[in-house]
């Protein structure tokens, strides 16, 4: 499996970003998708995540505080690719932005993308 994720780039404040991630993997259909960031010095925090509806959960979507109203998670047709719209941003969304994707129980990682938002 492997998780490809681009977008990132360097804004100011206010400023929109879109950030997009496929995953691949044969057979391989993603029971959750989702973004993390990790600012210098910081853990690693989820962002947002989006779970696929299926006959044992309603499916839906999940965000930090912090980017509620901001941030919106997307995932066409339950696919294997994700989006996150960030609008407004500040430059406390500055981080390093990782997509996750979860199958089966197990947790893949993409390699990070770089966010940075000036003031």
């Known amino acids: 499996v492997q998780l490809q994720a681009s977008g990132g780039g360097l804004v100011q404040a206010g400023e929109s970003l879109k950030l997009s991630c496929e995953a691949s993997g044969d057979g391989f259909n993603f029971l959750v998708m989702g973004w993390y960031r990790q600012a210098p010095g910081k853990q690693r925090e989820l962002v947002a995540s989006?779970?696929?509806?299926?006959?044992?959960?309603?499916?839906?979507?999940q965000y930090q505080d912090s980017v509620k109203g901001r941030f919106t998670i997307s995932r066409v047709n339950s696919g294997n690719t994700v989006y996150l719209q960030m609008d407004n941003l500040i430059p406390d969304d500055t981080a390093v932005y990782y997509c996750?994707?979860?199958?089966?129980?197990?947790?893949?990682w993409g390699e990070g993308t770089l966010v940075t938002v000036s003031s």
């Open positions: 996750h994707a979860r199958a089966g129980g197990v947790d893949y």
């Open positions: 989006i779970t696929r509806t299926t006959f044992l959960s309603s499916g839906g979507k």
